[in-house]
Nanobody, 122 residues
């Protein structure tokens, strides 16, 4: 069974930092790319940051210079360091993995985590 498990969400004051982590289950042998999406109340899910297994990164314009995505290919983990948080960053953050291959050789096009809530408020 393929799973992505997020951790690190919570309530934080504006201007502070928070770090999200996502780990893939041990049944995964390789991933092409991992990243983070978010969905605020009443809004569509949007891409926040992505990192490929080659180390290339991509960010939403709204988080450039404030958020940093990093990953560990060997462990199939991805982290999101969020600095200078703003109230508009409040959302459920979802971990995403693209082209996931399991130890048994099966490949999934895309896998999602269950989400972790980040609330930025004073």
């Amino acid at each position: 069974q393929v799973q992505l498990v997020e951790s690190g969400g919570g309530l934080v004051q504006p201007g502070r930092s928070l770090r999200l982590s996502c780990a893939a289950s041990a049944t995964i042998s390789s991933v092409n790319a991992m990243g983070w999406y978010r969905q605020a109340p009443g809004k569509q899910r949007e891409m926040v940051a992505l990192i490929t297994n080659g180390g290339s990164t991509r960010y939403a314009d709204s988080v450039k210079g404030r958020f940093t995505v990093s990953g560990d290919n060997a462990k199939n983990t991805v982290n999101l360091q969020m600095n200078s948080l703003k109230p508009e960053d409040t959302a459920v953050y979802y971990c995403n993995a693209v082209r996931v291959t399991t130890n048994s050789g099966y490949t999934y096009g895309e896998v999602w985590g269950q989400g972790t809530l980040v609330t930025v408020s004073s």
